[in-house]
């Protein structure tokens, strides 16, 4: 491709919608954080204005519950001077700088991610429209790589720091340009692969690459007059071979404790979490997990060799946890475990770094099982993230299913929430037990447009056990955590209500389909339903008050303007959390 070609999504037209999109989405994120007050002039009409005053920015917004406020795009207008300004996202954040807490050093850096933000959605502008009618009709991986918004909060949630041009059009999710991952072996004495119960390394490895391959790679060491048997195998994305590995790593290239084996033979698609992989050649193969050190929405995107060793075990445990309790294995939830790992140690950077750097997440890999075998005659697949997705005449992709399933919205409703929420419900009170249930980590289990059950993903570097106290086999204590009594309830609160039914509700209140009162009395009467087939935990439902009147706001976006390289300290994520004032909780009033 000619550089021409690589930049000719940005032209002046979808610049232009691209920056009026992400104003609009700063302007409801940042009311929502109360980092920003708009004033109200009359009715529906707000201003917001400049820490100095002089530039004025005015909407129209509808207020929903959880202080959720919906901009219309369109309505937005930059005043200064007495003239009308064009819409400028990067001034926007200049302008507001001191109200939005960006400091010198975080400010440019802040600045790079919004530009790579607007630049990816420029490139989603320019794709074939599809609308959601038609999309819900399409498979699995159309529905991933069509989707636009990102995370629903995060204003700067694709800034893929460390991407030139020739990577995002290679390994941008949105670009579904399929991938071909490179193949290094490593040393036994550096590297360790671990693995679930039933897994043998050697015929998983033969499954997941098949024998023409594996025969290639022990005869690319062979031919280097090396053992293949003193060496692991080790699939890293292509991006972290040319720009980290074999720079960062140059010493164990040299010394052979690195081969390069070369690209495999699977195709690949990347997906919304930028560093995972489904395989496009053979989907009933596993994902495959790599390091990234990209920077994207607060964290270096990289994998722990030590966090690594213990995945297939936690993965194994909470299955069994799952199979075991009636009232999930009820629900049809089941998680898609992490079922092989492997991880590299580099000697030096160990030495001269904490648990917790970067440095020491530049070299790891897993394999994740595809849902692709799990289904059912008639089943379908589409990420949880879909439903937040709106095409680009306003229409929803959860209207899209909801007109799909032939049901009454509310009937459709209450069938995803039984699937979605009832197991967090249960998890939770039974348990101690929390996910990170955004979009992105569920899968959606679907039959004529109606949510059957949910698949979870990303386990073992996204739940926790709140209990310190619970009875947990060794590998698999790393998982718990102590979370203080008055902020544990917050993992459904902020998780789930403010930070996905927040927009759900809203999307669907604005197509018409459902009103908001509606919504969260379903809500309310699935988490009910629950509460009343497990009158054992009555004591838990009280001492954590799923219906209390309000609860405290955790705001995401002001993490990553605080600290946009690390927004949580791994060591105590609850101690990280930004709270400010509370917000009136929409199911205490049934």
Request: contains cysteine; charged residues 25%; aromatic residues 10%.
């Amino acid at each position: 491709m000619n550089a021409a070609d690589a930049v000719a999504h940005l032209s002046p037209e979808r610049w232009a919608d691209a920056n009026r999109l992400l104003i609009r989405k700063a302007l409801a994120e940042f009311a929502h954080e109360r980092l920003i007050r708009p004033e109200r002039q009359d009715g529906d009409r707000y201003v917001v204005r400049s820490d100095d005053g002089l530039t004025a920015y005015r909407f129209t917004a509808v207020r929903r519950a959880l202080d959720h406020w919906q901009v219309a795009a369109g309505s937005i207008t930059r005043h200064r001077d007495g003239s009308e300004l064009p819409l400028c996202a990067l001034d926007f954040l200049i302008e507001l700088r001191e109200s939005l807490g960006l400091g010198e050093e975080i400010l440019p850096v802040y600045l790079e991610e919004v530009s790579a933000t607007l630049a990816g959605t420029c490139y989603k502008l320019g794709k074939p429209r599809v609308t959601s009618a038609e999309l819900a009709g399409r498979g699995f991986q159309a529905v991933e790589t069509a989707m636009t918004e990102g995370h629903p909060c995060f204003v700067a949630n694709s800034g893929r720091l460390g991407f030139g041009l020739d990577d995002y059009l290679s390994y941008a999710p949105e670009t579904a340009s399929p991938v071909r991952l490179v193949w290094l072996a490593a040393h036994r004495s550096r590297a360790v692969f671990t693995a679930g119960a039933g897994i043998e390394q050697e015929s998983f490895l033969r499954d997941e690459l098949g024998e023409p391959t594996l025969n290639r790679f022990r005869g690319t060491l062979a031919g280097q007059g090396l053992d293949p048997a003193d060496y692991l195998l080790i699939p890293v994305h292509p991006w972290q071979w040319r720009n980290k590995l074999g720079t960062a790593f140059a010493a164990e290239v040299a010394r052979r404790n690195l081969v390069y084996l070369g690209e495999g033979d699977d195709a690949y698609l990347a997906q919304q979490s930028v560093r995972t992989f489904f395989n496009r050649s053979d989907p009933r193969r596993h994902y495959v997990k790599t390091a990234l050190s990209v920077l994207n929405m607060g964290f270096m995107r990289g994998l722990s060799a030590a966090y690594m060793e213990a995945t297939p075990a936690i993965n194994d445990w909470l299955a069994r946890l799952i199979d075991g309790d009636p009232v999930l294995r009820a629900t049809g939830v089941t998680v898609i475990r992490e079922r092989a790992a492997v991880g590299y140690r580099h000697p030096e950077y160990e030495r001269a770094t904490g648990p917790h750097s970067p440095y020491r997440k530049m070299l790891a890999a897993l394999w994740r099982e595809s849902p692709v075998p799990s289904l059912r005659e008639g089943e379908s697949l589409a990420t949880m993230a879909s439903l937040l997705h709106v095409d680009h005449e306003g229409a929803s992709f959860a209207g899209a299913l909801i007109a799909r399933s032939g049901l009454a919205p509310t009937a459709w409703l209450r069938h995803y929430l039984r699937a979605y929420l009832t197991p967090l419900l249960h998890c939770f009170y039974a348990h101690d037990l929390v996910f990170m249930p955004h979009g992105e980590n569920v899968i959606l289990v679907l039959e004529d447009g109606v949510v059957r059950r949910v698949i979870h993903k990303d386990i073992a570097e996204e739940i926790a056990v709140m209990d310190p106290d619970a009875e947990l086999p060794p590998e698999v204590r790393r998982i718990r955590v102590e979370v203080p009594e008055d902020k544990r309830l917050l993992s459904l609160f902020t998780d789930v209500f403010d930070c996905f039914f927040r927009f759900l509700s809203a999307h669907l209140a604005a197509e018409g389909l459902l009103a908001e009162d509606d919504f969260w009395r379903t809500v309310a009467e699935v988490a009910r339903e629950y509460q009343r087939g497990v009158p054992g935990l009555a004591g838990k439902f009280a001492r954590y008050d799923l219906f209390a009147p309000e609860f405290a706001l955790s705001c995401l976006n002001r993490l990553q303007l605080r600290d946009n390289r690390q927004m949580v300290d791994l060591a105590d994520p609850s101690g990280a959390l930004q709270l400010v004032g509370t917000l009136r909780n929409p199911v205490a009033g049934f």
